[in-house]
């Protein structure tokens, strides 16, 4: 045993880490501070003084202000356990650029552990005893990082303000060769980019999309990064995944929510408290600067808008197994203003009823709002070829009739977003509120620091909610004050579907915003259900009582006894049952 132990400090005393660290500040030194330069040079000097075992800690793209650097970590546990008897670091900045932490390690940690410093350029070797101007040293590598972070800061104010982008390129762009202020599509994975929209716009949720991409092996973006050698801020992306196939959804929902695809650019979406506080905050809405049409676009804007409008006032809710119908988050309760939830029963019949039904004591909808999907299938079917027809054949009368009622959507559409900002910044000023009643609790002992704490992200991730929403609505109003009106557009869109023949998520999607769902009554002795479709662009439209455009006659049989007719000739708009 006592001979295992001399060979363990035998080994101990002839090992040596090296410790190199590059940021992004450093590579402004020049080509001596590169990691090869610095792993070269310190292997060297180590050798020369008699340690013939290196081992080498590297963090490459890594601030020195922070401490919590995966490889310096790894190095000081090390240390800790006694797996080495020296450091070697080109200057005391390479271990770090915060006063207070690099002196605990130079005049606690590394005495305590009987661990000798070297500090090359600084002409540091603590067996050769210390030296009282360490600490100034340390002080003045902070003050570095400090006046550093100062200029960087005015910088990015000045090139931010101009348009340059100050973010890297996201998943789908690369920097240009001649320009790095400059973004280029990357083809290969804006191809994938294009397909995330298409299955959204027609119809698809993200954990759908996310698991088709998974099933046909498609690289992740971190992946693809990893292995095109594309650099991300903070240096190289991390080690490589498990499965490097496997999308999640957040990462769907974050494509789908990046308004950079339109061709834009958009800086001070975050910021820092500080240069020693790398945690970034969402910047407040009036701090954001939006430049359009920077570079080249991947996704039309158009197509853009309708998802946002789309996923912001609705979330399509998934089966157990995943499943989403072409309809989900499109059909809202007449009563409770609730989106209508998707189900089957055993016979594999799919449904819709208002969720607000069956609340327990919190109920405050009183009737199902049921709808069968084949049935509301073959309605919204019949009507959008009855639009087609009308726009065809009467295309005038289709225009003037779109025109007017696209002019009165848009603005209630304005209105109803002014609403919510209101709503929302008066939430945010009641955050800060709150955030300011914690800290007074806190410090008078009232509440605990783990409560705090717990609280305090809570309230925080709510914030950060309501200005992220805050940020989509006023831009989505930018877009909407811009517009005259969405005729065009709308009349477009419809004359696509001529010929339509079977009902398609896509068409669904491109044409419907959503479609307002009534509970059954009772008419002249019949029941009959009213339900009203609301086009984008446009809202709800009367065909005139003057166009002869036949009506459609749509009669199902639901069950044993029962059926369902679509009655159009006193009503359009509705079903009776």
């Known amino acids: 045993m006592r001979k295992s132990n001399n060979n363990n400090k035998n080994s101990r005393d002839k090992t040596a880490f090296i410790y190199v660290r590059l940021s992004r500040d450093d590579e402004l030194e020049g080509e001596s501070y590169s990691i090869s330069n610095q792993k070269k040079l310190l292997t060297k000097v180590a050798k020369d003084k008699g340690y013939t075992n290196t081992v080498v800690f590297c963090d490459d793209g890594v601030s020195g202000v922070t401490m919590n650097r995966p490889e310096f970590n790894k190095m000081i546990e090390q240390l800790s356990i006694g797996k080495a008897a020296a450091v070697f670091v080109k200057d005391l900045s390479r271990l770090g650029r915060n006063y207070i932490e690099v002196g605990r390690l130079t005049e606690e940690f590394f005495p305590e552990h009987n661990i000798r410093l070297v500090s090359v350029s600084d002409n540091l070797d603590t067996e050769e005893g210390d030296s009282e101007l360490t600490p100034i040293k ?30 890297p390129p996201p998943y789908g762009y690369i920097k240009a060769p001649d320009n790095s202020q400059r973004w280029i599509i990357d083809e290969e994975a804006a191809l994938v980019v294009k397909r995330i929209f298409d299955m959204s716009y027609s119809g698809m949720g993200t954990f759908q999309i996310a698991t088709a991409l998974t099933e046909e092996k498609i690289l992740t973006p971190c992946e693809y990064a990893i292995r095109k050698g594309i650099k991300k801020a903070g240096g190289m992306v991390g080690k490589t995944n498990p499965d490097p196939y496997h999308w999640g959804q957040s990462t769907v929902v974050r494509i789908l929510s990046t308004q950079e695809y339109c061709g834009d650019v958009i800086n001070f979406k975050t910021y820092s408290v500080s240069y020693k506080n790398k945690k970034r905050h969402a910047n407040d809405p009036e701090n954001i600067l939006v430049f359009r049409d920077v570079h080249e676009a991947i996704i039309d804007r158009t197509i853009f808008e309708t998802i946002q409008l789309r996923r912001g006032k609705t979330r399509k809710r998934p089966m157990s197994n995943g499943e989403r119908n072409m309809f989900s988050g499109l059909l809202v309760c007449s009563d409770c203003g609730r989106n209508l939830h998707y189900h089957s029963n055993n016979q594999n019949i799919g449904f819709f009823n208002c969720p607000g ?115 989509r609505i006023n831009n989505i109003l930018d877009e909407l004050s811009g517009k005259a009106s969405s005729t065009e557009k709308f009349v477009e869109a419809v004359r696509k579907y001529t010929r339509v023949k079977k009902l398609t998520p896509h068409m669904v999607a491109e044409l419907i915003e959503h479609i307002e769902v009534h509970h059954t009554e009772k008419i002249d002795g019949v029941k009959t259900q009213k339900l009203v479709i609301y086009y984008n662009c446009i809202g709800a439209i009367q065909i005139p009582d003057d166009v002869p455009i036949p009506e459609p006659d749509i009669t199902m049989k639901t069950r044993k006894g029962v059926e369902v007719t679509y009655l159009t000739a006193t009503a359009p708009e509705t079903a009776a049952v």
């Open 138 to 167: 340390n002080l003045f590598n902070e003050w570095y990082s400090r006046d550093i972070s100062k200029k960087r800061r005015i910088s990015n104010k000045i090139k931010g303000g101009s348009g340059i982008p100050l973010s």
């Open 357 to 471: 039904y069956n609340q327990g004591k919190l109920k405050d909808c009183f009737k199902t709002h049921y709808v069968r999907v084949d049935f509301l299938e073959q309605v919204v079917l019949a009507e959008i070829r009855r639009l087609t027809r009308f726009a065809c054949q009467y295309e005038d009368e289709f225009v003037k009739v779109v025109s007017e009622l696209s002019k009165e959507a848009m603005q209630s559409q304005i209105n109803a977003y002014q609403s919510e900002v209101r709503a929302l910044m008066s939430r945010d000023k009641e955050l800060d509120r709150i955030f300011e009643r914690l800290y007074e609790d806190n410090l008078s002992g009232k509440i605990s620091d783990e409560r705090f704490q717990r609280m305090s992200i809570s309230y925080d991730n709510e914030q950060k909610e309501v200005r992220e929403r805050l940020t």
